[in-house]
């Protein structure tokens, strides 16, 4: 199904049951071997543990440079490495929160939500995922088109962030955390944040540093993405 | 690791006896389509989530008019105690390093259930016999044992290929159940990829023929009732913008 098409190659669509570049006859019959978090030290004496109030779970493609930069200050220390792309846990003693910051990998998702569930159980769960605003699905498309960057949630408590409306969704690892707490009747926000700049320049960032202000998460808006010199127009 | 999250007091012990319909992750999405709509048309009730390595999670507001506090998850589980009827939806793609595992995990969570049956689709292009019946049928032993003679009073054709191309994991299932001594049955359509919400319907009557016992969708004057869920809208993305011409 992933397969780059050549020229004049004839593209047979398969169905659409795997993720992963596996066609559908050649499924393996294997079990994948278990994901770990990789641990800076040991977890079970450790302070987060017990005393984590909050957890903040951050996600999106390529977000980890400017989540490090704008929600790791002076005091969080580094937990775990997530075994996806340059995904990591770290805590902040002087708030008790717990940040999970998850650059999107689809793939191994599911089973990196089930680590993180596994690991505490926090009070409150907060979640944020940036996603391109053209995955945004409204009949009304003209009220978000001038906007960079909007935010929608699903069981927000902040009043003046809309309400992410069906047919849109979360998905990766946010998406999993926020839907076993849900089931299970636990206290979860989950925030989207729809830009056009996913590299979340100051401009395209203003609102989610709002949001994190709102949420009494602290910040800090010193972060600049690199400049690339690459051109978007030739190989 | 499997993990059923059932809700308001439910046990899984409740639905020894129940029809259970399964979408595989097919072609045009048809056999998920199909589900939507008989959870919509018949407004079943959200009773379970689940999740396993083998889903990619995701999570939103309500896909069906009638539970609107619900929120969508990769697998939901709906049911409707009258009908004696389990209804699976998958929300998102597998990853087939563990299919295998959540396979068997399903099987071993449905072995009280009376029947299951997989909806699927296969490539259009792979009918060979044109004015042939566009269904077709895999029916494992133990199936056929208890539904032969609804079976034999279908028009659809018994599948007897290796292989059902654009299917999905629905032999694969199929096989796990089928070892486990499940009865199931596969009922797939032969299909293209576009707008499938046709072929959805047209497999729903199909499913509606062989239970209409329990399924009750048929109206008087013939047809079915059905109702589109609220998920359906913009199934093909925003209105174009007008700047563009």
Redo the contacts between chains.
Sequence with gaps: MGCPMGFGEINIPSSRAFWDDCDEDECPKVEAKKLQLEFESCPEQAEWKNKCKRMLVFEGPSISSFAEATLLLNGSQKIAAIPSKKSSLHYVPTTKLLIAIVDEDLTPSGEICQLLLELCKAEEVITVTIKAKVEYKTENVAAVRDAITFIRSIDGVLNHIEALEAPNFIAGVAAGISSWRCNEGLKTQSYVVYTDNLALDPLAAKPVLALLKDLNIDYSSSYKPKKRDDSHLYM | ?F?L?L?DNVRLEDFKGYTVIIP????G?AAQLACDLLISSKNLKRVA?I?????????????FQHEPEE????CELYSCPDSKLLVFQF???????????FHKELANTLNNAEKVIVLSGS?GFEKRIIDSCPYEYKASESFKGIHGDRLQNMKWKEFGGE?I?????AL?LYKIMDEQNVPVMILFRYLL?GDNSTDAALILSELSELCKDFLALNTDVGGLQLKVP??????F???I?ELIF
């Design positions: 690791m993990r999250q809700k595989s992750i097919c072609i999405n989530s999740s396993h390595p083998a889903l990619i999670p995701c999570y939103g507001p309500s896909a929120k969508i998850a990769a929300r998102s793609p597998f990853i087939s390093t563990h299919m295998t595992s490539l292989m191309f654009g299917g999905g994991n694969d990829e609220i998920s359906w809208k913009l199934l993305g925003n209105d913008p």
